[in-house]
């Protein structure tokens, strides 16, 4: 069975966050167990794309509105990351460095989705299902099904993944004349709200919708900037999946971007060699827990509170702690977090920037991830955290509940709690530094950890299973 999956982001071709990871990582999977899964995105001028050979596999000229817009269709030669790997180059709209903040991304992502159904339309492809991936696919459901440039190809099932529920990708209606000719009588599925809404319609159109995780499609009928009813309305069509990782690329026995590798053996005298490392780079002693942030510095992600809740805990538990921050976002987030750096310098450091090296090591050095997460429809960085043997603390919704189970409760091995606020982080914390005096038992959680499965493997194949009750013949 062939399938497409369509995305903006792709590991590691371009990466702003786990979108990247999981479209990186999943149609591997998929195509070890039998499929033949190719990722289809924007041309980005980024290292992987000057650095690798691509074949122009077709090319032809398309209308955005009355603009006339030449493409390219390029494939990857050798297929070396698991896959076929397709990039949509349009000279002036699709050939840039950024995957997202342009002005006009409006225009490249509906260029890139009409580019793409002329191509498996002209020649002559016919994908077995098609599969999206957030908002910025969002309107190939509907020009599939209501579209008369592509009704050869409106047999195809279609399956939207949602990633994250926050953001639409919506555009004013006077833009309407950039979609290829549509029937008129349909276009309510394109509304949301008054505008075209790519994530309403998609989940209006597709056969199928999933979420990154069960408690996020619960979630998405209370809280999705605006679609709660749509959601609610729709829940039948709904599945809830978790992600996997790539245990390929996240293993500590053998990462190239940590400097002592370990297996759950060795946890305790590796893990304490990437501390040191990691310590001696930002000034910290090895002998005192290590929490540590990756993430995009947003309200999402809970950064706006980690400012407060570490000075609180910092005057809490005076010099015994230390916390590391590596990540980039809200200007605002950044500033407190470099001034709560300057004035705590011996306890805290703080990267600002993107540094996929540096986010290895940290999981690997680290002995706590926090994520004080107030929206997380997966999350991948507690399941590396596991993986590594680092303990996440997290706040308890979406994925983060449905992967990591509190150390007080019978199985548990991580740290939860229920609001996104300061009292709620800084309570958490101090578990966690109790938790550090207690070696045994944090070794012992460590390694029960490390044993958990979080492969693609399981929800790789729960992803097969929906393909298969859509198109029988796969
Ligand atoms: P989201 O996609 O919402 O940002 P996820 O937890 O799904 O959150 O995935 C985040 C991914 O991005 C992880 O692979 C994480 O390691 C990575 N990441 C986030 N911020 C940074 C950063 N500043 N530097 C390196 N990697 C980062
Ligand atoms: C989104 C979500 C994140 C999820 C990722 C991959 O970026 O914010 O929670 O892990 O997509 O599905």
């Not at 994925?399 to 996104?420: K, M, P, Q, T, W």
């Not at 550090?436 to 399981?458: I, V």
Request: negative net charge; contains cysteine; charged residues 20%.
């Amino acid at each position: 069975m062939r399938i497409f999956h369509l995305s903006a982001e792709c590991y590691p071709i371009a990466k702003v966050g786990g979108l990247a990871d999981v479209v990186g990582a999943l149609p591997k999977y998929q195509n070890l167990a039998g499929l033949q899964a190719a990722v289809v995105m924007p041309y980005y001028n980024r290292k992987f794309v000057q650095e690798n050979e691509f074949d122009t596999v077709f090319q032809a000229s398309t209308l955005l509105g009355t603009r006339r817009l030449y493409f390219e269709i390029l494939k990857e030669k050798t297929d070396k990351l698991g896959f076929e790997l397709y990039l949509v180059k349009i000279p002036g709209l699709l050939d840039r460095e950024e995957v997202y903040q342009y002005p006009d991304e409006t225009e490249q992502f509906i260029a890139f989705q009409i580019a793409f159904l002329d191509w498996i339309s002209y020649s002559q492809q016919s994908p077995d299902l098609i599969h999206c991936h957030d908002h910025h696919s969002g309107l190939v459901p509907f020009l599939l099904y209501h579209s008369k440039l592509y009704t050869r190809l409106s047999h195809i099932p279609t399956v939207l993944t949602i990633h994250n529920g926050q953001y639409h990708g919506s555009f004013g209606w006077d833009k309407l004349s950039y979609l290829p000719e549509i029937d008129l009588t349909k276009t309510g599925l394109l509304d949301w709200g008054g505008a075209i809404n790519p994530l309403a319609s998609a989940v209006k159109c597709c056969w199928r919708y999933t979420t990154v995780s069960p408690s996020y499609l619960t979630e998405l009928s209370i809280s999705s900037n605006g679609l709660e009813y749509l959601f609610y309305m729709e829940r039948a069509k709904g599945v809830g999946i978790i992600n996997g990782i790539d245990t390929e690329i996240w293993d500590p026995k053998k990462d190239p971007m940590i400097p002592h590798k370990f297996s759950i053996k060795q946890i305790t005298k590796g893990k304490q060699a990437d501390k040191e490392a990691l310590c001696a780079r930002f000034g910290f002693s090895p002998d005192k827990p290590l929490i540590s942030f990756i993430g995009r510095l947003v309200l999402e992600k809970g950064a706006d509170l980690l400012a407060a809740a570490m000075e609180e805990s910092f005057n809490e538990h005076p010099g015994q702690f230390n916390f590391l921050i590596l990540g980039a976002g809200e200007k605002e987030t950044e500033q407190e977090l470099l001034e709560l750096r300057d004035f705590y310098s011996e306890q805290c450091n703080v990267f600002i920037g993107y540094d996929e090296s540096l986010a290895h090591l940290i999981y690997a050095g680290s002995d706590f991830l926090l994520m004080p997460s107030r929206v997380e429809p997966c999350g991948l960085n507690q399941l590396y955290a596991l993986r590594y043997g680092t303990l996440p603390i997290v706040r308890s919704t979406g994925g983060l509940r449905d992967s990591v189970i509190d150390f007080g409760e019978e199985g548990g091995y991580g740290i939860r709690f229920h609001n996104a606020s300061v009292e709620d982080i800084c309570t958490s914390v101090t578990r966690a530094l109790n938790l550090f005096q207690n070696t045994k038992h944090l070794q012992f959680l460590q390694k029960l950890m490390m044993a958990l499965d979080f492969s693609w493997d399981r929800s790789a194949k729960e992803y097969y299973e929906l393909y298969k009750s859509l198109n029988p013949t796969i």
